[in-house]
């Protein structure tokens, strides 16, 4: 969906290194989610956040991963010192209050991380 | 605990012909179901959702059904056309924790080929 903007499409970063990757929800959302997709394989939840708080990140890597959704601007998902296992597509996804219990999403296309 | 089984993994198939998909999900308390389409290199979109009064829902060549009882649901593709080839997802919503919590499937991944 064009209406959830995620920059960049494309990130290479070198072992060590770190990656930052942003979601703007789509007007008048204040849910986000965070989604990562290894090749072959299905999306897995990683953390859903409103506007400065994180509700669950359940399925967040205990080190080198964070999030964060400010009162003004996208949501960041920032992985440091990145490995090679971290190659992935990760997918941004936001509702509005009102349409969180029908589960509907509204997904961007996604960043895609390679760690040379 | 809280699972979506999607089969089969992988199907392959004539262009103009029908499929089915399949969904198993051992989730309780069941909210509701929907179903997505996602394009190679693409976010996915939702095609349908259905919730647990719900048992048929239709979407232009693609219909969702439900049987609540037995946990189960299907997602029919009629006259297949190559844009079909994607992969579809089953997700489920559940009410857990004090908040609503969406259990993907793994996927299932169509090749509609001419």
């Known amino acids: 969906n064009a209406d959830v903007m995620q920059n960049p499409r494309h990130l290479v970063r070198r072992r060590g290194q770190e990656a930052r990757l942003r979601c703007s929800p789509m007007?008048?959302?204040?849910?986000v989610y965070w989604y990562r997709q290894l090749p072959e394989e299905g999306l897995k939840f990683m953390v859903y956040?409103?506007?400065?708080?994180?509700?669950?990140e359940s399925g967040m890597p205990k080190e080198r991963f964070s999030a964060e959704f400010p009162k003004e601007g996208p949501s960041i998902l920032r992985i440091q010192q990145v490995v090679r296992g971290d190659s992935a597509a990760y997918f941004c996804?936001?509702?509005?209050?009102?349409?969180?219990?029908?589960?509907?999403?509204?997904f961007g296309e996604g960043s895609r991380l390679t760690v040379l | 605990k809280n699972q979506v089984e999607q089969s089969p993994q992988s199907l392959i198939i004539l262009e103009g012909k029908n499929c089915t998909l399949q969904?198993?999900?051992?989730?309780?308390?069941?909210?509701?179901l929907r179903w997505y389409k996602q394009d190679t290199g693409r976010g996915p979109v939702s095609l349908t959702i259905?919730?647990?009064?719900?048992n048929t829902k239709s979407n232009g060549r693609y219909t969702a059904t439900l049987d609540a009882d037995t946990k189960q649901s299907s997602l029919h593709i009629t006259a297949s056309q190559l844009s079909d080839s994607a992969s579809y997802i089953c997700?489920?919503?559940?009410?857990?924790?004090?908040?609503?919590?969406?259990?993907f499937g793994s996927g299932t991944r169509l090749l509609v080929r001419p």
């Open positions: 996804a936001s509702s509005s209050a009102g349409t969180q219990n029908t589960g509907e999403l509204f």
């Open positions: 007007k008048g959302h204040s849910h």
């Open positions: 956040l409103q506007k400065e708080n994180i509700i669950d």
């Open positions: 969904c198993n999900y051992t989730v309780s308390p069941f909210s509701n």
């Open positions: 259905m919730t647990f009064s719900e």
């Open positions: 997700v489920v919503s559940v009410w857990m924790d004090s908040s609503y919590k969406l259990i």
